[in-house]
């Protein structure tokens, strides 16, 4: 039984729309080492698309390891780099918080809720 809700706890799903030059990464669920390779594909997804402007929605994100804002920051560097923008339009206060701690609001705009 504990096998099954540990994997619903670990269970994350990421989904991406581009229009208009502007890409939108929804996360839910817990972005860990286990699951960031997802991520990381839709990051370069983005990259190799026209978006100038991301828009992460954290808002059904429960937490993320210190791996995936290794992949946000690795990512944010390169899209910058080209011109690039990064919003978190939506978070939970769990991430609104590990990114105020982080100082990572002041990289971009971080919304709550």
Request: with cysteine.
């Amino acid at each position: 039984m504990n096998d099954v809700s540990d994997s619903r706890q670990n269970k994350m799903t990421v989904d991406l729309k581009i229009d208009e030059g502007v890409a939108t990464i929804k996360v839910d669920g817990i972005l860990n080492s286990d699951n960031a390779h997802i991520m990381q594909e839709k990051l370069d997804a983005v990259l190799d698309s026209d978006a100038k402007l991301l828009e992460l929605d954290f808002f059904d994100c429960r937490s993320i390891s210190s791996t995936g804002i290794g992949k946000i920051l690795l990512f944010y560097k390169d899209f910058i780099g080209r011109g690039g923008e990064i919003e978190v339009v939506r978070s939970s206060t769990t991430v609104y918080e590990l990114f105020s701690m982080l100082k990572i609001n002041q990289l971009f705009t971080v919304n709550l809720g």
